[in-house]
């Protein structure tokens, strides 16, 4: 997992560094509020750990900006006295908040429990009809065409290729596909590959532009449309 840090303190921020970096997140740091837009748009963190008082453009601001575009979970990080502008951050989109100082335990917790909402939610399964790429996948009549031609899936296959469409060009880790294949009901978790070769056959008779699904070892598969 990839955390951008904006501080402008810079021993503080290079504490909050090392901790993190030992608990095995990677760390991307800013100091200011532009630069922190401009890190965020190229790093594409899974976590953003924001300042309320940056230099240039004060982290409200850059909470609001990059709120408006994505759902990247988001922690203020601020001093006791800055009750309003917790609140206000909140009210912009901010995840949570942990005032300073605060000790690194209870950062890591904070951060994983924003990270387990957001895991959550991003392998939740839409209900409306997908497209990627010529691939169109249907969850009410479980309809699935390829350029325009109907491809017979099983109901399992379904489940495990819907997954990996509402999630395209994401990891999609193997205890989420078995969860989806099997309706959370179990499986058989050494079938999942099987499943996996029978969907990328069936797609590749009717496309070689098909979406490629990709085994991602010892983690789980994705599906990349390019």
């Known amino acids: 997992m990839k955390v951008l840090l904006v501080d402008d303190d810079l021993y503080l921020a290079e504490l909050i560094c090392y901790a993190l970096e030992r608990d095995g997140y990677k760390v991307v740091m800013?100091?200011?509020?532009?630069?922190?837009?401009?890190?965020?748009?190229?790093?594409?963190?899974?976590?953003?750990?924001?300042?309320?008082?940056l230099p240039k453009l004060n982290g409200l601001e850059v909470c609001r900006r990059i709120r408006e575009e994505s759902t990247v979970p988001i922690i203020i990080l601020s001093a006791a006295y800055e009750e309003d502008?917790?609140?206000?951050?909140?009210?912009?989109?901010?995840?949570?908040?942990?005032?300073?100082?605060?000790?690194?335990?209870?950062?890591?917790?904070?951060?994983?429990?924003?990270?387990?909402?957001?895991?959550?939610?991003?392998?939740?399964?839409?209900?409306?009809r997908l497209q990627v790429g010529e691939l169109s996948l249907d969850p009410e009549s479980h309809e699935v065409t390829i350029a325009g031609q109907a491809?017979?899936?099983?109901?399992?296959?379904?489940?495990?290729?819907?997954?990996?469409?509402?999630?395209?060009?994401?990891?999609?880790?193997?205890?989420r596909l078995i969860a989806a294949a099997w309706n959370q009901g179990g499986?058989?978790?050494?079938?999942?590959?099987?499943h996996i070769s029978h969907i990328r056959g069936k797609l590749l008779r009717y496309s070689s532009q098909t979406p490629r699904i990709e085994a991602v070892p010892t983690i789980g598969y994705r599906l990349r449309a390019d």
Do not use: C, H
């Open 85 to 128: 502008e917790v609140i206000n951050g909140i009210k912009l989109g901010a995840d949570d908040y942990v005032v300073k100082p605060f000790s690194p335990k209870q950062l890591s917790l904070r951060i994983n429990a924003a990270l387990r909402r957001t895991q959550a939610n991003r392998y939740r399964q839409v209900v409306n």
């Open 187 to 194: 499986g058989d978790p050494s079938l999942i590959k099987t």
């Open 151 to 175: 491809i017979e899936l099983t109901m399992l296959e379904f489940r495990i290729l819907y997954m990996l469409a509402a999630n395209q060009g994401r990891i999609v880790p193997y205890p």
């Open 30 to 53: 800013s100091g200011d509020g532009l630069d922190a837009i401009a890190r965020w748009e190229s790093e594409d963190p899974d976590l953003v750990l924001l300042d309320v008082r």
